[in-house]
């Protein structure tokens, strides 16, 4: 209790809260010398891997019309991992909860203004043609 009221006085309301003092403060009278937090056993990411983007980009591509949580069930790995892969590495973004390309190619671009001329032109000569889509 001595330890933690002089870490009060020495750091306000900065200070480290009264459990952890307690719990540092055992470790220490138990032998430990350093303030460096003990090595972890970390799982390696598995899911941003160039196999796993592989993976998904092919799975993405064969059917544009899927889920992210589809595609991260066909790949075994979280809808987060997949939603990172989609985004930072694919480069897509959310469109009415599907993933399209941020860019258009060229001709991607031409098609897709080819048939908004084709549409507008087809809502000008049919006046029902607006209400049956």
Known sequence: ????????????????????????FRLFKEGRTSVESDSRSER?????KEEMIARVRTIFRSNRRLTVRE????CGISVGSCDSILTDYLYMKRVCAKFVPRLLKNDQRGQ???????LLERSCEEVQF???L
């Open 1 to 24: 209790m001595e330890t933690y009221q002089l870490l009060l006085q020495a750091y306000g309301e900065d200070a480290m809260g009264r459990t952890q003092v307690f719990d540092w």
């Open 44 to 48: 390696p990411s598995t899911s941003s």
């Open 130 to 132: 607006l209400r049956t």
């Open 71 to 74: 595609i991260a069930d066909d």
């Open 112 to 118: 897709s203004q080819t048939i908004a001329r084709d």
